[in-house]
C-alpha cells in the first residue's frame, strides 16, 4: 500500500482537524492558516506543514528523516538536506524564531528537531463555538512553578524487592523558586481603574518612575529626606489612579546596578535605558535643600520631569516649603506635575487615601523612609528596628506595620509578622483600594493562606490589569496553592500587554515555572530571562534567572554543567547584599553534590546554607534546606536524624502554605517509616501525600506512585506494585529531565518483572535504568543498577558475573560513608560467594555487612544480611537445628512486620534446610510456599521452592544454599 505524501501522523493531524496554540499564534490545521494575534501570517504549504508535523509532537525530537517522509512523497527526487534547510528558514522567519536563541524550535544536532515551546489543542469545533482568544498554552505535561519552590526529586534509596538499597533512587528534593524577594515591591502605583474581562483590550495609562532625590547640602541627617520625598510623590501622583507608578524597589535595584546622574539634565540614551528597563514612560528627578535647622526650618525641592523616550525635558518645577509639613509641599508639586502630564487633579475623596499611605507627622517619617531603604538594601534586622521606631511615633500608619511585617518575616519570625500583618489590616480602611488590597493579600500570606491571598491579588490584577506587578502576585499565590493553571493564563495576560510591559524578565521567569516538567520550554524561558534581566541591568532579576538556570541545567540532561551557573548566581546574590538568594545557591550546589552521591561534602554545604540564614530565617528556603540535608543522611543510614529533619522540614511548608513541598515532606517521612519497617504507618502517609498531589492541578504524582509500588512489592501485593511502577514511568517519562527519578520507577517495574519471573524483561527494564543514571553522571545511582543486575545475574546461574558487578560497587558506596547501600551489597557479595564455593570469601563479606547493619534501625537490611549469615554458618558448621530457630525467627519477625519478600525468602531457606532433617515437613512447607507464591504473582519464588524439592524417597543432602 502506497504511503500517503504526508505521511500517517500527518493525516491523523488533518483527519482530527485541530488548532494548536503557541505563544501568540494559531495554526489552523483544517483550514491551513497561521495567524499572530488574530492576523494571518503568510507561510507557505511546504514549512506550514513541518509546523504542523512538530506541533503534533511538543516537546519530543522529530528526526530529519521522519521530516522527510512527512514533507516529501516516495519517489521524489531532492536535495533532502538542503531543501530541509530551507523550509526550517522559512518556517523560523514565519514565527519569528531565531535559530541561535530559539523560542519554539530547537536545533538537536545530529537528532532532529523539537518544539519546546508551551502548545494547547483544541479541535476546530470546539474552537469555532468558543468566541474567546486561544486558552492559555499548556505542555505536554506541566508542573509547579512556584515561588517558595517546588518540589523536585532526589534520590533516597529504599528497600525495592530484594534489593533493600537506600541511596538515589528516593526521597523528594526540594526546589525553591522564590519570587519573593524580587516579585513582592512596595508602591508599584495604580493602574487604570477598570474591570475588562481577560480578553479585552487592556488600556495602559503613562507610567512614571520617580528617580530619586539628592541632597545639595550633603548632610548626613538629611539623608532620609531623599527616600520620603520619593515615596511621597510617589503616592502623591499615585492618587486617582490615573498613572502608574514604579515601585521605589525597582529604581533602586536598577540604581544600584547601573548608576545615572544624580545632578546633570539625563541625556536621550540615558533616558531611553532607564524607561526600558523600568518600562517607565516619564522619569522624574531632583534635588532637595535644607534651608533651616533640621527639626524646624525651610526645604526647597527641585524637580525635574523627562520624557523616557526622547529625553526632552517637559517641566522643571521648584517648591519651597515648612520641613514639618512635606504633605503639603509634595501636594503642591504633585499638582503642577499632573497639569503638565495631563491628568487630572485629585478629587477630595481621593485625598484621604493618599494621607492614609503617608506617615503623620516629621518623626514617623524619617525612620520610615530608613526603615524602606535598609530594606531596599537586604538589611531587615535594621529596617526591622527603624520601622519599631515608626509605628511608635504613628501607630495608625497602616504601611509602617506592613512593612514592618515584612521585616519580621525575612528575619524567620512567623507569630510577629502576622501580628504587623494584622495590624495593618485593622489601619487600611482609609487606604487607596490597590493598598489596601496589597495589606489585605500580605496578611492572608502571613496566614499561610495563599488560596485567599490569590484571590484578593486576582481581584486587584481584575482591577487593574495593566499591572505586571499585580499579575506576578497572583501568580506567585496560585502557584502556591498549586493552582497552576490560573498562573498560566495570568502570564499569557501579561504577555499580551504593550512593550516594554510585556517584556520583563519575571514574565518569562514565571512561565518557566509554570511550565516545568518540559525542561527544554523552560530553560529556553529562564534563558530569555537572564538575557532581558542582563540588557536591563536588573542584578536582582538577573541573579534569580541565573539561579533558575542553575536549577534547570541541574535537573536537565547534563547536570554537571550547573555548578559554575549555581556559583554565577550566589556571587550575584553576595554583590547586592542578598543573603537569602546566596543560601538558595549553595543549596542547589549542595543538591548536587548529593545526587553525585557525596552525602558528607553535601551535608557539610548545606550547613553552610543554613549558616546564611542564620539571623534571616525563611520558612520556604529553610524548609528546602532541611529537607534536601534529610535525605543525605537518610542514605548515610542515620534514619533519626533525616526523620528529624523531614518533620521540621514540613512544619516550615506548612507555615508558608506551600502545599506541594508539604507533600514532598510527607512523602520523604514515609520513606523513613518504610525503612525502619513500620509499613502501615508508611502506606497511610503515602496516601496522604497522594491526595494532596491529587488536589493540585498541576501536582507530580510519579515519585509518590513509585514508592508505592516498591512498598507494594515488599508486602507481596505484585498486581499493585505493576501497576503503581507503571503509572509512575508514564507520569515521568514526558518530563524531561530529572531522569534520576523516572530511572528508579524503571527500576521499580524491572524488581516486579523479575518477581514475575520474566528475568529478559527485567534485565531490560534494569539496562534502561542504568544507562539514565550514566547519562547524569550519579555515581551512586549507576552503583545501585549494578546491584540490581548483580542480584538478577544470581536468579540466571551467574554468580561470578554478580561478584565482579558488586565489587565494582562497593568501593563507591564506602567512598561516600553509605553504609545501608554497603551493608547490602556486601551481603549479596556473600551470597555470589557461597554459591561459588568461595566459603571463606564469603563469610568475610557478611561479616563486614552485619557490621554496617547496627548502625540502622529497620529489617531491609538487617534480615537479609542474617539470612545470608545462616547460609555461610551451615556451610561452614554443618549444623541445621540453630540454623533453623533462627530462621523460624526471622521469618515470623518478618511477617509480622508484613515484609511478604523476607518473610518467603526465610522460608525457602528454612525449607531447603528442612529437606536435610525433615524431609516430608521440608517438601510440604516447600510446596505450600510455590503455592503462596503463584497465588501472590510471584513466578520466580514459586520457580525456586519448586526446583529444590527432590522427589519423594531421595536423599536431600545439598550443600548448597538455594539461590
Known amino acids: 500500500m502506497r504511503q500517503h505524501p504526508f505521511g500517517p501522523s500527518m493525516e491523523r493531524v488533518l483527519a482530527s482537524a485541530n488548532i494548536f496554540r503557541f505563544g501568540l499564534f494559531e495554526a489552523d490545521a483544517a483550514r491551513g492558516t497561521l495567524t499572530r494575534s488574530g492576523l494571518r501570517v503568510k507561510v507557505q504549504d511546504q514549512p506550514f506543514r513541518m509546523l504542523l508535523v512538530l506541533l503534533e509532537r511538543p516537546g519530543e525530537i522529530v528526526s530529519r528523516e521522519e521530516l522527510r517522509q512527512r514533507l516529501w512523497s516516495e519517489g521524489t527526487y531532492v536535495d533532502f538536506d538542503g531543501s530541509l534547510n530551507v523550509i526550517l528558514k522559512k518556517l523560523r522567519a514565519a514565527i519569528d524564531d531565531d535559530s541561535e536563541n530559539p523560542r519554539f524550535i530547537e536545533t538537536v544536532p545530529r537528532r532532529g528537531y523539537r518544539f519546546i515551546a508551551p502548545v494547547s489543542v483544541a479541535p476546530v469545533a470546539l474552537a469555532a463555538a468558543a468566541e474567546v482568544p486561544p486558552a492559555p498554552a499548556k505542555t505536554v505535561e506541566e508542573v509547579p512553578v512556584h515561588v517558595v519552590e517546588v518540589a523536585e526529586h532526589a534520590e533516597l534509596r529504599t528497600p525495592r524487592g530484594r534489593r533493600y538499597l537506600y541511596g538515589g533512587s528516593a526521597a523528594l528534593l526540594v526546589v525553591l523558586l522564590g519570587f519573593t524577594a524580587v516579585f513582592l515591591q512596595r508602591k508599584p502605583g495604580s493602574p487604570a481603574p477598570q474591570n475588562p474581562s481577560a480578553t479585552s483590550p487592556v488600556r495602559m495609562r503613562k507610567s512614571v518612575a520617580v528617580l530619586g532625590f539628592h541632597s545639595l547640602s550633603g548632610k548626613t541627617e538629611d539623608a532620609w529626606l531623599g527616600t520620603a520625598l520619593a515615596e511621597m510623590l510617589s503616592t502623591e501622583l499615585a492618587g486617582g489612579e490615573q498613572l502608574r507608578l514604579v515601585s521605589g524597589e525597582d529604581v533602586a535595584n536598577l540604581r544600584v546596578a547601573n548608576p545615572w546622574s544624580q545632578t546633570d539634565t539625563l541625556d536621550q540614551a540615558t533616558t531611553a535605558r532607564i524607561g526600558t528597563a523600568l518600562s517607565s514612560d516619564l522619569l522624574l528627578l531632583g534635588s532637595y535643600m535644607n534651608l533651616g535647622k533640621p527639626d524646624r526650618g525651610q526645604l526647597r525641592v527641585d524637580v525635574r520631569l523627562q520624557d523616557a523616550r526622547t529625553g526632552e525635558i517637559l517641566t522643571e518645577e521648584a517648591e519651597t516649603g515648612d520641613t514639618q509639613d512635606l504633605f503639603r509641599l509634595v501636594s503642591h508639586i504633585g499638582t503642577r506635575l499632573r497639569d503638565r502630564i495631563g491628568v487630572r487633579h485629585v478629587e477630595d475623596t481621593e485625598e484621604a487615601g493618599i494621607i492614609a499611605s503617608l506617615p503623620l507627622n516629621p518623626d514617623a517619617a524619617r525612620f520610615y523612609a ?128 504593550p512593550r516594554p510591559a510585556s517584556d520583563d524578565p519575571r514574565i518569562d521567569i514565571a512561565e518557566s515555572r509554570a511550565i516545568k516538567v518540559n525542561k527544554p520550554a523552560s530553560l529556553l524561558l529562564i534563558r530569555n530571562a537572564v538575557r532581558k534581566a542582563s540588557a536591563q541591568s536588573n542584578i536582582p532579576v538577573y541573579a534569580l534567572a541565573r539561579r533558575d538556570e542553575c536549577m534547570a541545567i541541574l535537573y536537565g540532561d547534563e547536570p554537571q554543567r550547573a555548578i559554575p551557573v549555581c556559583e554565577d548566581a550566589y556571587n550575584l546574590f553576595l554583590s547586592e547584599g542578598n543573603r537569602a538568594g546566596a543560601a538558595d545557591a549553595i543549596r542547589l550546589i549542595a543538591d548536587r553534590r548529593g545526587t553525585e552521591g557525596h552525602y558528607e561534602e553535601s551535608i557539610a554545604t ?46 516550615h511548608f506548612e507555615q508558608s502554605g ?43 504524582p510519579g515519585y509518590n506512585l513509585s514508592r508505592m509500588a516498591d512498598l507494594e512489592l515488599t508486602q507481596g501485593k505484585l498486581k499493585e506494585a505493576k501497576l503503581h511502577a507503571q503509572q509512575a514511568i508514564e507520569s515521568m ?22 518477581q514475575e519471573g520474566d528475568l529478559a524483561a527485567a534485565r531490560a527494564q534494569f539496562q534502561q535504568g542504568l544507562a539514565l543514571r550514566q547519562q547524569v553522571g550519579a555515581a551512586d545511582l549507576v552503583a545501585e543498577s549494578q546491584v540490581e543486575l548483580a542480584v538478577l545475574s544470581i536468579e540466571e546461574g551467574h554468580p561470578e558475573q554478580a561478584e565482579t558487578l558488586l565489587k565494582g560497587a562497593i568501593p563507591e558506596f564506602e567512598k561516600e560513608k553509605s553504609d545501608p547501600d554497603a551493608a547490602a551489597a556486601y551481603t549479596h557479595l556473600s ?24 548502625a540502622l534501625s529497620g529489617p531491609a537490611v538487617a534480615i537479609p ?39 518467603t525468602e526465610a522460608r525457602l531457606e528454612l525449607g531447603h534446610l528442612l529437606l536435610r532433617s525433615n524431609a516430608s515437613a521440608g517438601r510440604a512447607l516447600l510446596a505450600g510456599l510455590a503455592s503462596d507464591a503463584r497465588a501472590h504473582g510471584f513466578g520466580l519464588l514459586a520457580r525456586r521452592a519448586e526446583a529444590i524439592q527432590p522427589p519423594p524417597g531421595t536423599l536431600a543432602g545439598l550443600q548448597k544454599p538455594a539461590r
Do not use: C
Not at 512523602?667 to 498531589?693: M, R, V
Open 658 to 700: 506551600d502545599k506541594n513541598n508539604t507533600s514532598t515532606a510527607l512523602t520523604n517521612i514515609a520513606d523513613i517509616l518504610f525503612l525502619q519497617g513500620n509499613l502501615p504507618a508508611a502506606e497511610k502517609i503515602y496516601q496522604q501525600s497522594l491526595e494532596l498531589i491529587v488536589a493540585s492541578d498541576r501536582g507530580e
Open 733 to 754: 517519562r514526558p518530563a524531561q529531565g530529572a531522569y534520576q527519578y523516572l530511572s528508579g520507577a524503571i527500576s521499580e517495574l524491572g524488581e516486579v518483572l523479575e
Open 370 to 497: 530608613l526603615g524602606l531603604s535598609k530594606l531596599r538594601h537586604f538589611d531587615a534586622l535594621a529596617a526591622k528596628d527603624l520601622l519599631i521606631e515608626a509605628t511608635q511615633a504613628d501607630p495608625k500608619f497602616s504601611l509602617g506595620h506592613a512593612m514592618l511585617a515584612r521585616a519580621w518575616a525575612q528575619l524567620g519570625y512567623g507569630q510577629k509578622n502576622r501580628e504587623e500583618a494584622k495590624k495593618a489590616l485593622e489601619l487600611a480602611t482609609d487606604l487607596p483600594r490597590s493598598e489596601h488590597m496589597l495589606v489585605e493579600g500580605e496578611y492572608y500570606e502571613s496566614l499561610g493562606k495563599q488560596d485567599k491571598a490569590a484571590s484578593v491579588y486576582h481581584a486587584l490584577f481584575e482591577l487593574f490589569p495593566d499591572n505586571v506587578e499585580y499579575g506576578l502576585r497572583f501568580a506567585q499565590a496560585a502557584m502556591l496553592s498549586a493552582n497552576f493553571s490560573q498562573a498560566l493564563e495570568l502570564i499569557t495576560r501579561l504577555r499580551a500587554l
Open 606 to 651: 548545606y550547613e553552610r546554607a543554613l549558616a546564611m540564614l542564620n539571623g534571616l530565617g525563611e520558612h520556604a528556603k529553610t524548609g528546602a534546606i532541611l529537607n534536601n540535608m534529610a535525605i543525605a543522611y537518610a542514605n548515610e543510614g542515620k534514619l533519626d536524624r533525616a526523620a528529624q529533619l523531614y518533620r521540621e522540614a514540613k512544619s
Open 865 to 903: 544480611a542474617s539470612i545470608q549469615k545462616v547460609r555461610v554458618d551451615v556451610v561452614s558448621s554443618g549444623e541445621i537445628n540453630p540454623a533453623i530457630n533462627e530462621l523460624r525467627s526471622l521469618a515470623t519477625e518478618a511477617k509480622k512486620l508484613g515484609y511478604y519478600n523476607l518473610e
Open 831 to 854: 551470597h555470589a560467594l557461597l554459591l561459588q564455593g568461595k566459603n571463606d570469601e564469603a563469610r568475610n563479606a557478611v561479616t563486614r555487612a552485619i557490621q554496617l547493619t547496627p
